[in-house]
């Protein structure tokens, strides 16, 4: 099997073990609202940001939707605070990315995090330089699930986004990527989250050899 044009991977829950801090900042936020945070509320936030997190937010939480903006941002404050204590990669990633650089395949990033917040957790766990560039919701004028931080990914890469394989842990994430017309692997962060059909393929994580395989890393 042939190698992608590039390779262009998800960041939370995907690339970095960071899901956790952005739960412990969403138990925190919700227990001031007096709210028990679930795996409901968790599966409609994953992998959304910005405007489509700030409606989640004031809806699960009873508030205007005019308060969600500054709900987000509380949000994103009590993440930073959980990331002062370090990040990790997640199982697989860096033997991955590893691996696709030596096969010379162009590899991007594509979060829906606020930029800051990736710096940060990327720089923590020491894969910033793995990557050709990263695109977040706030290079593009819509977040994921639009298409334009993937398309973006591929446009600074230098490559057609029909030849990309994108890496995703979320439904949002996997749409997007789908609506750019890329190839989507999914490694679920959820087993209950729904991809409705978005996903190409499913694996069990990073370290999968079927993703290698399926990458074409096998054949290189």
Known sequence: MSLPAA???????LTLDSEELWTEAEEKLFAAHEIEF???HKIALLGNSGPHAATILARELGRPDEEGPALVEEMNRLVYVALEDGCE???GAVELLTALGAAGVPVALCSNSPRAFVDRAIAAAGVADFFGTIVTAEDVPLGKPAPDPY???ARRLGAAPGECVALEDSPPGAASAAAAGMTVYV???F??????GAEDRVFSSLADPELLAAIGLDAA
Do not use: C, T
């Open 7 to 13: 390779v262009i991977f998800d960041n939370d829950g």
């Open 38 to 40: 679930n795996d409901g």
């Open 89 to 91: 990669p997640m199982p």
């Open 151 to 153: 398309l973006e990914a």
């Open 187 to 189: 490694i679920p962060s």
């Open 191 to 196: 087993e209950d989250a729904d991809f409705a």
